[in-house]
Every structure is written in C-alpha cells, then in structure tokens.
Antibody, heavy 115, light 111 residues
Framework: EVHLVESGGGLVKPGGSLRLSCAASGFRFRSYSMTWIRQAPGKGLEWISSIGSGSSYIYYAESVKDRFLISRDDAQNSLYLQMNSLRAEDTAVYYC????????WGQGTLVTVSS | DIELTQTPLSSRVTLGQPASISCRSSQSLAHSDGNTYLSWLHQRPGQPPRLLVYKISNRFGVPDRFSGSGGGTDFTLNISRVEAEDVGVYYCMQSTHFPHTFGQGTKLEIK
C-alpha cells in the first residue's frame, strides 16, 4: 500500500526558512516522479514543483522559483522541499504526491508564515 | 501558463441524479507522446485530494458511475448517479505542460 507522510511544517516568520520532508513507502520510490502541491486556507490547489525519477527534470511554479528547492533521496525513499524567504502568501497545506498525474497524496503539512 | 476553466463552480444535485462538470483549457493538452494528461480529482472537506480519472477517461479505483470524456481543450466529468459520498470539490488538472495547473474547483452538494 502506498503511503506518503509529510513533515516539517509549522509557524515561521516572514523571511524565514523551513524544510519539508515526505517519507514514501509501498512503491519503488526511485522509479517515479514526485510533486509538491499546496492549498492555501479555503482556496484551490496550486502545483509548486515536480522532480523526475533520478532527478531527470525539476520544474517550479513561478511563485516559488528561486526561493524553493525540491530534492529527493532515493536511498531514503524521501522527497524534500527547502523553502526560503517565506512570505505570508506561502501559508498553506503542503502535499507531496506521487507520479504524474499525482495518483497518491499525503495528508499534508501546514505551513503558516506570520509575524 | 495553461488556464483551466471549470463550469459550474457549484452544483446542487438530488441523490441518484446525474451531475456533470466541464473543464476547458486555454491550450491543447495533447502531449507529444500521444497522451492527453487531463485528470479529475475529488476533495472532501479536511481530506487530501484523491485522483478519480487520468488521461481523460481512465478511472483510478473509482466506481464506473464516474466517467471522463473529451479531447483537445474540452473535457467533462460525469457522475451517472450521485451518492452522498460524492459531495466535496472536484478539480480538473493538466499535467501535459509545465507548470501543471488546476481548475478553480467545482463544489458539489446534495439537494
């Protein structure tokens, strides 16, 4: 059974940094692309970033480009999102999702950017 | 960026009656590999989204009362007989072109 568990969310001040992690199990992690998607409170879904298998490609949304960094550790079956220069508008639940299109999703981790 | 426009944005349906959601893309979603990466997802309150349909019409572990159709820039999700568990928000998503994008969401309620 596929499991994705996000962690690392929390309250951070504007301009601060956070690193999100996504622990994957139940599938051959190294063979799949992975994606981060976020959802601001009461709002719709926003694709943030995707990384291909073997880090064959990396793409970012314009809203996070140059501030966020996606990475993966296939040995640890883990996906990461390093978030720098955080802004109030980055406040959201952050989901990691497997594959393209995203067929399995984690439960999400809440990131709140506020002073 | 590709814009996906869903209609309606909300719908109230009687149990057992059909429902239909449209998703129109600002550009063709046909990929050079021959596939069209248009998906439908469902999100219940307080839950993560769940994939329902991928590549226009392929169901992902959902009952056959859900069906997807369309091509090019116009796509539709049909629910043949709405059940109580179908309430929530439905999103279309394109993963043909980066950045991937979502429709605004359609809220389905029971009358």
């Amino acid at each position: 059974e596929v499991h994705l568990v996000e962690s690392g969310g929390g309250l951070v001040k504007p301009g601060g940094s956070l690193r999100l992690s996504c622990a994957a199990s139940g599938f051959r992690f190294r063979s799949y692309s992975m994606t981060w998607i976020r959802q601001a409170p009461g709002k719709g879904l926003e694709w943030i970033s995707s990384i291909g298998s073997g880090s064959s490609y990396i793409y970012y949304a314009e809203s996070v480009k140059d501030r966020f960094l996606i990475s993966r550790d296939d040995a640890q079956n883990s996906l990461y999102l390093q978030m720098n220069s955080l802004r109030a508008e980055d406040t959201a639940v952050y989901y990691c999702a497997k594959s393209r299109p995203p067929d399995y999703w984690g439960q999400g981790t809440l990131v709140t950017v506020s002073s | 960026d590709i814009e996906l426009t869903q209609t309606p944005l909300s719908s109230r349906v009687t149990l057992g009656q059909p429902a239909s959601i449209s998703c129109r893309s600002s550009q063709s979603l046909a990929h050079s590999d021959g596939n069209t990466y248009l998906s439908w997802l469902h999100q219940r309150p307080g839950q993560p989204p769940r994939l329902l349909v991928y590549k226009i019409s392929n169901r992902f572990g959902v009952p056959d009362r859900f069906s997807g159709s369309g091509g090019g820039t116009d796509f539709t999700l049909n629910i043949s007989r709405v059940e109580a568990e179908d309430v929530g928000v439905y999103y279309c998503m394109q993963s043909t072109h980066f950045p991937h994008t979502f429709g605004q969401g359609t809220k389905l309620e029971i009358k």
